[in-house]
T-cell receptor, first 112, second 115 residues
């Protein structure tokens, strides 16, 4: 199994809603990532979890809250988002050191 | 800080021809990894090829090969016998050799294969 599975694939939410994005992998990878990608732009790193601990937080607003319940799961909790937060949110995983990341298909988020 | 530069925002190539995408990077690290990722309209980022900086031999993967010039900090991707399915956004990426990897992506090159 070399897949990273993200749910949902599409999400539309209002600015007062609370929602969560989910990411799952069963490759035994110990590093997991959240990226945000705007159209025709490269992915921007948001968070890195290494061995289930948050190791990098790229100054992301607190309306985005990551959670790593176990080594296979990564969540991104969303609250009080703004329309400019509309983007493709990509999850990825990798071995702890020095290997490529495997990406999920992303969640297309629209904030209305 | 690491920076990755892709100077070709858009490129096109005729089917079955060869095309080269350029990438340069800036780093003070000695041990690192370089990658080319492909992102088709389906939007999933797919690894194309990987190169370890300590290896002098250029990586190859079927129709894909790289020209890695460590001293010049250059990492170009050559696609031979281009196919329609190669149409995608291509991102060059740099990663330091340490735990809790952080990828640094270039701005991308949009490649169109013309039938």
């Amino acid at each position: 199994d070399t897949e990273v599975t993200q749910t949902p694939k599409h999400l539309v939410m209002g600015m007062t809603n609370k929602k969560s994005l989910k990411c799952e992998q069963h490759m035994g990878h110990r590093a997991m990532y959240w990226y945000k990608q705007k159209a025709k732009k490269p992915p921007e790193l948001m968070f890195v979890y290494s061995y289930e601990k948050l190791s990098i937080n790229e100054s992301v607003p607190s309306r985005f809250s990551p959670e790593c319940p176990n080594s296979s799961l990564l969540n991104l909790h969303l609250h009080a988002l703004q329309p400019e937060d509309s983007a493709l949110y990509l999850c990825a995983s990798s071995q702890a050191t020095g290997t490529e990341a495997f990406f999920g298909q992303g969640t297309r988020l629209t904030v209305v | 800080a690491q920076t990755v530069t892709q100077s070709q925002p858009e490129m096109s190539v005729q089917e079955a021809e060869t095309v080269t995408l350029s990438c340069t990077y800036d780093t003070s690290e000695n041990n690192y990894y370089l990658f080319w990722y492909k992102q088709p309209p389906s939007r999933q980022m797919i690894l194309v090829i990987r190169q370890e900086a300590y290896k002098q031999q250029n990586a190859t993967e079927n129709r894909f090969s790289v020209n890695f010039q460590k001293a010049a900090k250059s990492f170009s991707l050559k696609i031979s016998d281009s196919q329609l399915g190669d149409t995608a956004m291509y991102f060059c990426a740099f990663m330091k050799h340490e735990a809790g990897n952080q990828f640094y992506f270039g701005t991308g090159t949009s490649l169109t294969v013309i039938p």
